[in-house]
């Protein structure tokens, strides 16, 4: 268990006795607290933390929360953001390796706007790892988020801002609800919106995803951990939003698919030849990036894996739905979710120069 350096302490501690805000005055420069979840034991945090050990007028401190290995990422996310100082926290993924000027952009669209609550990115087109999977994979969200900039009911944390006072009045990620790596992060944007919180996708706050991804993993990704439980949140809501995946460009695109898949199996070539026409264009701008990504031949295989990505959408519906049931079945969970867990946690001793010390069992690494 590491409390980080005299130096990083320092740096944060000038800038906070500059004068006193809440996130929102213009006393002083807003301070962002980078958090990043990595109990998984990630072999790309190294990567990360070279990135924001080194970025200019990056965070103002960095914590790292890399234990127990029982915490999943909404409670290891909330346990750093107890711990953090600074007046925005700033999640970055464990494979997410933000670009040189992010938190710049960062820090200057929200101070240029003290009533938006939150900011977030995207990943860039270009992916570390290479093949088919991984760069089509990788390039999907970015398609989407570049497709959405604006006002937005969501959040993403693989890159993404929050004023902490906003973040901690709304209870934080749902640790009790999301267990693993889901949708913890749409969920904590919805609720802030419902709070009358802004949030705001910008496309120009970029970082490199290094995230390595296999066709089997991408479909169990895709169906148990996002399709399903986005599902079950959305009746549980019992509201549809229209903005990134659920655009009806979107959704037109699964009925497309859908009609396809029929034609095929009912011998019906006409048919099946018009729904991937309608398909086709429908995202013409996402299938010439796979061709300057890929080639022809890797347009083509991306627009199969497209059609499949819709079909898993397709097939979480069902899931979800059952799932949802169930949980109506078994009824609410007694325990506190979010922030709960972790606010009456005995504080541990002070670290250099009164920088505050961390959970036991976790990491705050301050540059």
């Not at 990043?36 to 945090?45: F, Q, Y």
């Not at 890159?159 to 889901?182: K, M, N, T």
């Not at 347009?299 to 169930?326: D, E, F, K, P």
Request: proline content about 7%; hydrophobic content about 45%; charged content about 20%.
């Amino acid at each position: 268990m590491s409390t980080g350096t005299a130096w990083g302490a320092a740096r944060l501690g000038a800038v906070l006795a500059e004068g006193v805000t809440n996130g929102h005055g213009p006393a002083r420069r807003l301070t962002l607290s980078a958090v990043v979840a990595a109990t998984d034991g990630p072999p790309t945090l190294a990567r990360v933390r070279e990135c924001l050990d080194s970025i200019p007028d990056g965070p103002d401190e960095v914590l790292v929360i890399d234990s127990p290995g029982s915490l999943s990422p909404a409670a290891a996310r909330n346990r750093g953001a107890l711990e953090a100082q600074g007046d925005v926290l700033v999640f970055v993924d464990s494979d997410v390796v933000p670009h040189r000027d992010a938190f710049q952009r960062i820090r200057a669209k929200l101070e240029a706007d003290p009533g938006l609550a939150g900011v977030f990115g995207s990943y860039d087109s270009r992916p570390e790892a290479g093949g088919l999977i991984s760069t089509f994979r990788n390039l999907i969200p970015h398609h989407v988020h570049h497709s959405s900039p604006g006002p937005c009911t969501s959040f993403w944390a693989g890159l993404g801002a929050i004023r902490r006072e906003a973040y901690l009045a709304v209870g934080g990620f749902d640790a009790e609800r999301y267990s693993g790596p889901q949708v913890e992060d749409i969920e904590l944007g919805m609720r802030l919106a419902d709070a009358g919180r802004r949030i705001e996708l910008d496309p120009t706050i970029q970082g490199t995803h290094l995230k390595n991804w296999h066709f089997g993993h991408m479909v169990h990704t895709d169906l148990f951990s996002r399709g399903v439980p986005w599902v079950a949140l959305l009746l549980h809501r019992r509201r549809l939003p229209r903005e990134l995946n659920l655009a009806h460009r979107h959704r037109f695109t699964a009925l497309a698919t859908v009609v396809a898949v029929v034609g095929v199996a009912a011998r019906r070539p006409a048919l099946a030849v018009g729904a991937v026409a309608a398909q086709a264009a429908l995202n013409h701008r996402l299938y010439r990036l796979f061709r300057h990504r890929m080639g022809n031949r890797g347009m083509l295989a991306g627009m199969a894996l497209h059609s499949l990505h819709h079909l898993t959408g397709v097939a979480s519906i069902a899931v979800g739905a059952l799932a949802y049931t169930r949980e109506r079945f078994e009824g609410p969970s007694t325990a506190e979710p979010g922030l709960a867990p972790f606010v009456e946690a005995p504080a541990a001793d002070p670290g250099p120069n009164g920088t505050p010390a961390v959970v036991a069992g976790s990491r705050a690494a301050h540059l």
